[in-house]
């Protein structure tokens, strides 16, 4: 399993757990998967890596923007607006909770900001964004035994 395979399990899993679906997508897909899918749920709409060299391997750091969405009322008086809030508050922790709480994940950067109505799709929620660093989990084994890269000087030069 690659870090990036282990990462996307762990937020399916996590949203699993809190009783919401996951769905990784950009924002415009949302759109469409939401008009389908009612609140409550969290999406997963921006994915940038990076690499740091330490010794002879890779620390990927992941840089994420979600949306964390509890719902999407019509016409919501201001006590409905304020409870949606709260919930989609307390989801996106939770969801960061136990994105903490896994062994090999360090959760270096979290942020949020309130989402209202932004779309006709989405409604009330959070949109926050996470830095998360674990080790490298990509299988190497293979490429261990391989020499051909190691010098590349053609020997008739």
Same mark, same amino acid.
């Given at each position: 399993?690659?870090?990036?395979?282990?990462? @996307?399990?762990?937020f399916?899993t996590s949203? $699993?757990?809190?009783?919401?679906?996951f769905?990784?997508t950009?924002p415009?897909? @949302?759109?469409?998967?939401?008009?389908?899918?009612?609140?409550p749920?969290?999406?997963?709409?921006d @994915?940038?890596e990076?690499?740091?060299?330490? %010794?002879?391997?890779?620390?990927? !750091?992941y840089? #994420?923007?979600?949306v +964390?969405v &509890? &719902? !999407?009322?019509?016409?919501?008086?201001?006590?409905?607006?304020?409870?949606? $809030?709260?919930?989609?508050d307390?989801?996106?922790?939770? /969801? %960061?909770?136990l994105?903490?709480s896994? %062994?090999?994940?360090?959760?270096? !950067?979290?942020? !949020?900001?309130?989402? /209202?109505?932004?779309?006709v799709? @989405?409604?009330?929620?959070?949109?926050?964004?996470?830095?998360? $660093? #674990?080790?490298? #989990?990509?299988?190497? +084994?293979? #490429?261990?035994?391989?020499?051909?890269?190691?010098?590349? %000087?053609? +020997?008739?030069?």
């Amino acid at each position: 399993m690659t870090s990036l395979e282990y990462i @996307l399990k762990l937020f399916s899993t996590s949203a $699993q757990v809190l009783g919401v679906p996951f769905i990784k997508t950009t924002p415009k897909k @949302l759109q469409h998967w939401a008009e389908k899918n009612k609140p409550p749920f969290i999406a997963l709409l921006d @994915l940038a890596e990076t690499n740091e060299k330490v %010794r002879n391997n890779y620390l990927p !750091s992941y840089n #994420l923007a979600f949306v +964390c969405v &509890a &719902a !999407s009322i019509k016409d919501a008086n201001e006590e409905q607006i304020t409870q949606s $809030q709260i919930d989609a508050d307390k989801l996106c922790k939770e /969801f %960061r909770y136990l994105i903490d709480s896994n %062994r090999l994940v360090n959760t270096t !950067s979290f942020d !949020s900001e309130e989402l /209202f109505r932004d779309g006709v799709y @989405l409604g009330v929620g959070k949109g926050f964004t996470m830095s998360i $660093q #674990l080790p490298d #989990l990509n299988d190497y +084994c293979v #490429l261990d035994c391989n020499t051909e890269t190691q010098d590349i %000087r053609d +020997c008739n030069e």
